[in-house]
T-cell receptor, first 114, second 112 residues
Framework: TQLLEQSPQFLSIQEGENLTVYCNSS?????LQWYRQEPGEGPVLLVT?????EVKKLKRLTFQFGDARKDSSLHITAAQPGDTGLYLC??????????????FGQGTILTVHP | NAGVTQTPKFQVLKTGQSMTLQCAQD?????MSWYRQDPGMGLRLIHY???????DQGEVPNGYNVSRSTTEDFPLRLLSAAPSQTSVYFC???????????FGPGTRLLVL
């Protein structure tokens, strides 16, 4: 079973601060997805990273896939209250019984105070 | 397109009762899955299907049954509800298991 450790579990910051969420594993993934979930709704995809070392930017959000494709990070610059939500990483299995399946991290609950 | 729809939105059951959570998608996706979400544990895969007539177990399948008679529908059945099944259940669909997952709004289940 592949495991994805996501940290921190909780993050409470002031508007304008920067933050980074980490997603780590001892397993290799073929791709890594980041989702954002708002209360009462299902997760919605933010980005998918596929290549080791890949960096993708989505406005103030920067996503990075580790060189070995075992870890990823999400960096938010100048956080805003609208960024508040649950952030989930999900790795796509690269082989064996995990091939073709997604493994989700535990999630990071982000609260940005005005 | 409605995307992925789930019914009911909320349900309260007594221990031992049975019920079916409904899930439907109109995106012609072959892959559908059920997850449960519990605080601090992310999303855990219960069952999944790669196409009509084909289902398989995920990480936490015990106490749940599924079937896939059509491409559109993927119901989840609880045969004898237990308090440990209190959770939020999400159905998702996609072109493949490793592709973008499109989630429904969830069903919040409380088992007393």
């Amino acid at each position: 079973t592949q495991l994805l450790e996501q940290s921190p579990q909780f993050l409470s910051i002031q508007e304008g601060e920067n933050l980074t969420v980490y997603c780590n594993s001892s397993s290799v993934f073929s791709s890594l997805q980041w989702y954002r979930q708002e209360p009462g709704e299902g997760p919605v995809l933010l980005v998918t990273v596929v290549t080791g070392g890949e960096v993708k930017k989505l406005k103030r959000l920067t996503f990075q896939f580790g060189d070995a494709r075992k870890d990823s990070s999400l960096h938010i610059t100048a956080a805003q209250p609208g960024d508040t939500g649950l952030y989930l990483c999900a790795g796509a299995g690269a082989g064996g019984t995990s091939y073709g399946k997604l493994t989700f991290g535990q999630g990071t609950i982000l609260t940005v105070h005005p | 397109n409605a995307g992925v729809t789930q019914t009911p939105k909320f349900q309260v059951l007594k221990t031992g009762q049975s019920m079916t959570l409904q899930c439907a998608q109109d995106m012609n996706h072959e892959y559908m899955s059920w997850y449960r979400q519990d605080p601090g544990m992310g999303l855990r895969l219960i069952h999944y299907s790669v196409g009509a007539g084909i289902t398989d177990q995920g990480e936490v399948p015990n106490g749940y049954n599924v079937s896939r008679s059509t491409t559109e529908d993927f119901p989840l059945r609880l045969l004898s509800a237990a308090p440990s099944q209190t959770s939020v259940y999400f159905c998702a669909s996609s072109y493949a298991g490793w592709e973008t997952q499109y989630f429904g709004p969830g069903t919040r289940l409380l088992v007393l």
